[in-house]
């Protein structure tokens, strides 16, 4: 699974300061959150940042193909 969550936090002109304090998470989640780590991230945790970004969480990677 491929983050997408570089690019649209790009994208939006946020940091991970930024989204950290907007969503209440902690910047090493967002950190995880912005690489191939992003596979332990919870549902609920991607539900969080997607509605700040004002995406759906589907938005936040891509599924890596076989």
């Given at each position: 699974?491929?983050?997408?969550?570089?690019?649209?936090?790009?994208e939006k002109g946020t940091t991970i300061l930024g989204l950290a304090d907007e969503t209440g998470?902690?910047?090493r989640t967002i950190q995880r959150a912005r690489d191939e780590r992003i596979e332990l991230?919870?549902?609920k945790t991607l539900?969080?940042?997607a509605e700040a970004l004002?995406?759906?969480v589907k938005q936040?990677?891509?599924?890596a193909r076989p």
């Open positions: 699974m491929q983050s997408n969550l570089k690019k649209l936090m790009k998470l902690s910047s991230c919870t549902l539900a969080v940042i004002g995406v759906g936040l990677f891509d599924e």
